[in-house]
């Protein structure tokens, strides 16, 4: 089945997204990413070293841009000037690779996006030729006003980054992803494999985390269960669910023709 997931005109075969921070060492990294079976890879521009120091082990060293897509994103910046100088910055290391992710936060304590600012940066860096998948709230409004500047991908949270408290408006991001036409990508909050199984069966084209692998007691084992998670809800998604009744049975089996009934 060709069910490809398409950003930026570019074709993925996975649809889960995987971040880079917090693992032991890069050789898990490497491990867990491949596990994941994850085409693109998100670093933290600001605390990863993909070339700003040539005295420091190199990321990509060990998730080489020919295997994976980088996906350089703005974790740490809480304007949308940081956020911008940062991804220029990225795209000079990267020879002028446009795909990256917008993060700009609110505050240290929620990790909440700052939407003003979110915006405001957006808006920059489609104009400068960026392809921005964009972190964002889960308000449909903001989520629209992100599509409308030209963002490639919007990318709502599930809940806190870094709290694995799974998906806690279901319901938001169901708007959200009935009214765009461009990739609705959950991102940051997902704990488990079903959180990520919901939030495709939901219709979501694909998930973004990190936390969840990262700092599993077993971190190759959850990219593996995540992987799963991912593919189950998507084709749950594709098949069609049964309706639902409010507590009330059927019968598996016809009632008509009872053998010595
Ligand atoms: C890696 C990254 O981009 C994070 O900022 C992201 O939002 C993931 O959040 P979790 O760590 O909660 O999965």
Redesign the pocket.
């Known amino acids: 089945m060709n069910d490809a997931l398409v950003i930026a005109g570019k074709t993925y075969a996975s649809r889960l997204l995987v ?1 880079t ?1 917090k693992y032991k060492d890069f050789d898990e990294t490497r491990a867990a990413m491949d596990a994941s079976g994850c085409e693109i890879v ?1 670093v ?1 521009i600001r605390r990863t070293n993909i070339g700003q120091d040539a005295n420091e082990p190199n990321l990509l060293d060990v998730l080489p841009p020919d295997r994976f897509t980088i996906l350089p ?1 703005t ?1 740490g910046c809480y304007t949308a000037d940081d956020a911008v100088r940062t991804l220029r910055l990225a795209r000079e290391l990267l020879d002028g690779h446009p795909l990256c ?1 917008l ?1 700009v936060l609110g505050d240290p304590d929620t990790l909440f996006p700052n939407m003003p600012e979110t915006l405001k940066a957006a808006e920059t860096l489609v104009k400068d030729g960026f392809d921005v998948m964009v ?1 964002c709230s889960d308000d449909p409004i903001q989520a629209r006003m992100l599509e409308d500047i030209g963002c490639a991908a919007v990318m709502p949270l599930a809940s806190l ?3 694995g408290m799974g998906i806690l408006n279901p319901w938001n991001l169901k708007l959200i992803i009935e009214q765009s036409k461009v990739p609705v990508i959950v ?4 704990g488990t494999a079903s959180d990520a199984a919901i939030a495709m069966e939901l219709g979501c084209d694909g998930v ?5 692998i990262a700092k599993a007691q077993n971190p190759i084992l959850m990219a593996s269960a995540m992987k799963k998670g991912v593919e189950a809800g998507r084709e749950a998604f594709l098949a069609g669910r049964m309706p639902r009744k409010t507590y009330a049975a059927t019968p598996s089996s016809p009632t008509g023709g009872l053998i010595g009934g």
């Open positions: 971040g921070g998100t933290a994103n974790a992710k993060e972190y980054i870094g709290s991102d940051a909050g997902v973004l985390m990190n936390t969840a």
